[in-house]
Structures are given as C-alpha cells and as structure tokens.
C-alpha cells in the first residue's frame, strides 16, 4: 500500500506516498573463494572507499578479478603512490565470437575505450600482471599470506602478500525491492537478479518505481535517464 518505514534520528517513523521511487544503486559482486573472509582480504570497492575518504591504503597489496571499477582502483593507487605487488585478472584469455558482438557498444564510446586502455598499459609498467588467470584462491590460517592461480599458460603461481583486493563487477542491490515483493528476474549476461519493470522503471507493483543501476547495470548515464522517466511518469499519474 505504498507506506515507506524508516528510522530517523533513533525514532521509527513511516510515510504514506503516492508513489515510491526505488533508487538503491548498484553493490559490489560477492566474490566467495577461498580464504575470501581472511583477515587482510577487502572487496575493491572498500578498498576504493579508504583511499578517497582518508587517503589510506596498504603497500604490496594484490588486486584480484576483473571490471571497470578494478582496473580504476588499481590505477588510483598508482596515482597516489602506493606500491602494488601484482594485478591477477580473471577475464578468460580467450574471448568467445558471441563475446564480440557484446562488446560492440564499447566502440560507441571511444574517449571511454581509450581511457580505459591507457589505465591497462600504465598499470602493465608499474607491477606485474597476469590475464587470464584461474583456479584463484588466497591463503592463509590467521589471515592473509598470500594468493594463488593458474595463469594464461596453465603455471601455477603463488605470490606472498597480506593484503587481498578482490573484485568480480558489480550487481544491482535488490535487497530493498526483493523485500518489497516485487517480481524479479534472472539477467542471463550480467548473472544477476533484476526487478522486473516497463520503460518508464515502473514495477509489479502498482504505484512502486525503480530507477538507476538498482533496475540493471547500465552506467550513470543511463541512471540518470532512467530516473527522469521515472519522475516524468510520476508526475503524470498525479
């Protein structure tokens, strides 16, 4: 019935709204292998998070998995200074043909493509780096010492560290909508659970719309896009 319940300032308070309009972005992929939860183990997110808000961050870390946001941290670390030991890559070394017909949007967007292939080949020349890697897991009893995988080539490699930042993409956060009870659906390339809604971001729920990367990976232009349509469409069921 559209009642929106929250907490404010340690009271408990609720609202009663014409429409809702869910805008919880996107969250970090869970990336469960092994010794994930060791102590010394951060998502790259987190990781991206300290070195923004106070500068912090930790020498002789490994960055390991795959993404935009992945190959951006890594490059922030670089640029602040911090020394970073390896950069393991989980894409597969090999892309098959129906990959390259996904990929084509890229091409759409050359300044972005452009940015992204400086940031790979600066990356290349600071630490070491391996594509193409498998089998990746971190050890460790107490908390981290080190990660290892199979690489391009099928060696198997192990490199000491006590700091991990691992990354796997990112998802929409359903955890609001899902507790809503809205009707979701599984996105076959993104591997992921999205709300199910019309052009406009409006749900299975009469009344209840979902806007940004909540609704569906697509960027912060889309985003953006996505929640005026959804206001538009709003203010014309007023």
């Known amino acids: 019935d559209r009642q929106v319940f ?6 408990a308070q609720n609202v009663q709204a014409g429409a809702v309009l869910i805008a919880t972005g996107a969250m970090e992929r869970p990336m469960p292998i092994p010794g994930w939860t060791l102590p010394g183990v951060m998502s790259v997110g987190a990781a991206q998070t300290l070195l923004k808000t106070s500068g912090s961050g930790a020498d002789g870390a490994v960055f390991m998995g795959s993404g935009p946001l992945f190959y951006l941290t890594v490059w922030q670390y670089l640029q602040a200074g911090f020394c970073v030991k390896a950069v393991v890559d989980t894409v597969p070394a090999r892309m098959r043909p129906e990959h390259y ?15 992204g292939l400086r940031w790979r080949a600066e990356i290349r020349r600071k630490t070491d780096y391996y594509a193409g890697a498998t089998s990746v897991a971190i050890s460790g009893e107490d908390s981290a010492t080190g990660v290892t995988f199979q690489d391009a080539a099928g060696r198997k490699q192990n490199i000491l560290t006590k700091h991990v930042f691992i990354h796997q993409g990112i998802v929409p956060n359903v955890n609001l909508t899902m507790a809503t009870d809205l009707r979701h659906q599984w996105h076959p390339r993104q591997l992921c659970w ?11 729920v009469d009344g209840i719309f979902v806007a940004g990367d909540g609704m569906g990976i697509a960027g912060a232009a889309a985003a953006a896009l996505s929640g005026r349509l959804a206001a538009r469409r709003i203010v014309a069921n007023v």
């Open 6 to 11: 929250f907490s404010r300032q340690g009271a």
């Open 101 to 115: 017909l996904t990929a084509i949007p890229a091409l759409m967007q050359p300044m972005l493509l452009l940015k």
């Open 194 to 204: 999205v709300p199910q809604t019309d052009m406009f971001g409006e749900s299975s």
